[in-house]
């Protein structure tokens, strides 16, 4: 399974983004997919999370009416819009997916995550 993020940059606040991850080796329409963000000595922070047929989707309350997370099975790609940037967003952003348990906050529910795209927020 390889996920591989795209998107990531440096924004002024209140400037958007859009994340992009694609994955391969993997159904990718059976999987449900999930962003989080990491800051360097930080446990892992679950953002969002999409079910397998885009059903259902789930934001942290630090992102919520800010951030609209999309997926197109199609293309075995999963999306993250991110408008109204903050500086506190800016982090490290990971594609996630292979979940099995019951909180989708949780990092250490997914198999297999890429290595992320940097979000950089300057105020």
């Known amino acids: 399974v390889q996920l591989v993020e795209s998107g990531g940059g440096v924004v002024q606040a209140g400037g958007s983004l859009r994340l992009s991850c694609t994955a391969s080796?993997?159904?990718?329409?059976?999987?449900?997919m999930a962003w989080f963000r990491q800051t360097p000595g930080k446990e892992r922070e679950g953002v969002s999370y999409?079910?397998?047929?885009?059903?259902?989707?789930l934001y942290a309350d630090s992102v919520k009416g800010r951030f609209t997370i999309s997926r197109d099975n199609a293309k075995n790609t999963l999306y993250l819009q991110m408008n109204s940037l903050k500086p506190e967003d800016t982090d490290m952003y990971y594609c996630?997916?292979?979940?099995?348990?019951?909180?989708?906050?949780?990092?250490?529910?997914?198999?297999?995550w890429g290595k992320g795209t940097q979000v950089n927020v300057s105020s």
């Open positions: 999409i079910n397998f047929s885009g059903a259902w989707p």
């Open positions: 080796g993997l159904t990718f329409d059976d999987n449900d």
């Open positions: 996630e997916t292979g979940f099995a348990g019951r909180l989708w906050r949780v990092a250490a529910n997914y198999k297999y």
